[in-house]
């Protein structure tokens, strides 16, 4: 579902605090006060919180697929990050670009 459906589900009045309480957490006692009192602004702020979720699974996939890995198992992130830097300067910008989309589902819910 994208941000505009949700948007519907929300009074036109808070639709800018419910963005900012989506991305970052932070919100008024007057929009947590509505939040508490209207079922269909919990029901998308649930929503776009399992949309969240989902980018971050899929970021953290495409991550591991791509990250080496230490001898104890985990990521080796210096690895990662210096083996960015050593791409072309075309290779490097098609990995921010594909970046860029992953935050893009990230801040965005998705569709059903």
Known sequence: MKLSELLKMIDGNWHGEFVRFVQEGE?????L????ANRDCQKAVDMAFEAQARGLEDLGQALCA???????????V???VHSM????PSQR????????HMNQRLTEPREH
């Open 85 to 88: 830097s050593m791409l072309k």
């Open 66 to 76: 791509h990250v080496p890995v230490e001898e104890d198992g985990e990521p080796d």
């Open 33 to 36: 006060a509505y939040l508490d």
């Open 93 to 100: 910008d098609a990995v921010m670009k594909q970046l860029g």
């Open 27 to 31: 919100a008024s006692d007057d929009f």
């Open 78 to 80: 210096q690895k990662a």
